[in-house]
């Protein structure tokens, strides 16, 4: 039987390893070339990322977040409704 202790240290584990191939596939671009080379990068990072993603991919801290250089980005997106920044 596994102890609470070990139970949190795998989840904790495989957390880690989904955040890294997130954080890596939102920088992505670097030599991959097709399909297959993307999967076979994404599994080095997190071999459970497949079996992970439904649940993981909910969860905002998971998620990579956008840079206000992302395309599509305005400042609106990080503004309060009614509330400017005094350099407009």
């Not at 795998?10 to 999967?39: C, F, M, N, P």
């Not at 840079?67 to 609106?76: A, H, Y």
Request: aromatic share 6%.
């Amino acid at each position: 039987m596994r102890s609470a202790k070990d139970i949190t240290s795998k989840i904790s584990s495989l957390e880690s390893s989904y955040r890294a191939a997130v954080d890596w596939l939102a920088a992505t671009g670097q030599g991959v070339k097709d399909e297959s080379t993307l999967h076979q990068r994404i599994l080095e990072r997190c071999p459970e990322y497949y079996l992970l993603y439904e649940t993981m991919n909910s969860r905002i801290s998971t998620r990579a977040q956008p840079l206000n250089t992302d395309v599509g980005f305005r400042k609106e997106d990080t503004e309060s409704e009614g509330v400017s920044s005094s350099d407009d």
